[in-house]
Protein backbone atom coordinates (compact mmCIF):
# COMPACT_ATOMS: atom_id res chain seq x y z
CA UNK A 1 0.00 0.00 0.00
CA UNK A 2 0.96 3.70 -0.66
CA UNK A 3 0.67 6.17 1.97
CA UNK A 4 0.55 10.13 1.01
CA UNK A 5 0.01 13.01 2.95
CA UNK A 6 0.61 16.83 2.01
CA UNK A 7 3.10 19.14 4.25
CA UNK A 8 3.71 22.93 4.17
CA UNK A 9 7.56 23.89 4.24
CA UNK A 10 7.99 26.03 7.25
CA UNK A 11 11.61 27.11 7.28
CA UNK A 12 12.17 30.51 6.23
CA UNK A 13 15.51 29.29 4.04
CA UNK A 14 13.64 26.51 2.17
CA UNK A 15 14.97 22.86 1.85
CA UNK A 16 18.86 24.06 1.33
CA UNK A 17 21.73 21.52 1.85
CA UNK A 18 21.12 21.19 6.20
CA UNK A 19 17.64 20.40 6.10
CA UNK A 20 17.72 18.09 2.87
CA UNK A 21 20.52 16.34 5.03
CA UNK A 22 18.27 16.29 7.60
CA UNK A 23 15.39 14.54 5.28
CA UNK A 24 17.10 12.00 3.58
CA UNK A 25 19.18 10.82 7.13
CA UNK A 26 16.03 10.27 8.46
CA UNK A 27 14.36 8.59 5.14
CA UNK A 28 17.42 5.94 5.20
CA UNK A 29 16.50 4.53 8.14
CA UNK A 30 13.37 3.56 6.87
CA UNK A 31 13.26 0.42 4.65
CA UNK A 32 9.96 1.30 2.84
CA UNK A 33 10.80 3.58 -0.75
CA UNK A 34 10.33 7.44 0.23
CA UNK A 35 9.55 9.75 -2.40
CA UNK A 36 8.83 13.98 -2.40
CA UNK A 37 6.69 15.46 -4.92
CA UNK A 38 6.23 18.91 -5.47
CA UNK A 39 4.54 20.67 -8.61
CA UNK A 40 4.27 17.30 -10.33
CA UNK A 41 7.55 16.49 -9.88
CA UNK A 42 8.55 13.04 -7.84
CA UNK A 43 12.25 12.31 -6.29
CA UNK A 44 13.60 9.87 -4.33
CA UNK A 45 13.83 11.24 -0.96
CA UNK A 46 16.70 9.31 0.11
CA UNK A 47 18.90 11.55 -2.91
CA UNK A 48 19.84 14.84 -1.52
CA UNK A 49 20.76 15.87 -4.99
CA UNK A 50 16.73 14.67 -5.92
CA UNK A 51 15.34 16.89 -2.89
CA UNK A 52 17.73 19.68 -4.07
CA UNK A 53 16.91 19.66 -7.34
CA UNK A 54 12.77 20.54 -6.40
CA UNK A 55 13.85 24.03 -4.90
CA UNK A 56 11.68 24.10 -2.56
CA UNK A 57 10.80 27.28 -0.58
CA UNK A 58 9.01 28.41 2.26
CA UNK A 59 5.08 27.80 2.41
CA UNK A 60 5.49 25.43 -0.23
CA UNK A 61 3.82 22.16 0.32
CA UNK A 62 5.11 19.20 -0.70
CA UNK A 63 3.82 15.65 -0.62
CA UNK A 64 5.67 12.71 0.86
CA UNK A 65 4.99 9.84 -0.50
CA UNK A 66 5.64 6.34 1.36
CA UNK A 67 5.87 2.92 0.78
CA UNK A 68 6.96 -0.65 2.14
CA UNK A 69 7.01 -2.40 5.37
CA UNK A 70 7.41 0.73 8.05
CA UNK A 71 5.65 2.85 5.56
CA UNK A 72 3.27 4.72 8.52
CA UNK A 73 6.23 5.07 10.84
CA UNK A 74 8.19 6.85 7.80
CA UNK A 75 5.63 9.19 7.04
CA UNK A 76 5.05 10.13 10.17
CA UNK A 77 8.27 10.69 11.22
CA UNK A 78 9.29 12.49 8.08
CA UNK A 79 6.08 14.82 8.72
CA UNK A 80 7.22 15.87 11.87
CA UNK A 81 10.40 16.95 11.00
CA UNK A 82 9.13 19.20 8.27
CA UNK A 83 6.31 20.46 10.53
CA UNK A 84 8.90 21.07 13.44
CA UNK A 85 11.01 23.46 10.80
CA UNK A 86 13.94 21.75 10.66
CA UNK A 87 14.82 22.64 14.17
CA UNK A 88 15.86 26.31 12.68
Known amino acids: MVVERQV ?3 NVSGLHARPASQF ?10 VS ?5 KRVD ?3 ILGLLSLGISQGQAIS ?5 PDEEQALTTLCK ?5 FGE
Open 45 to 47: AKS
Open 64 to 68: IITEG
Open 24 to 33: VAEATKFTSS
Open 81 to 85: LVDDG
Open 36 to 40: VEVNG
Open 8 to 10: TLK
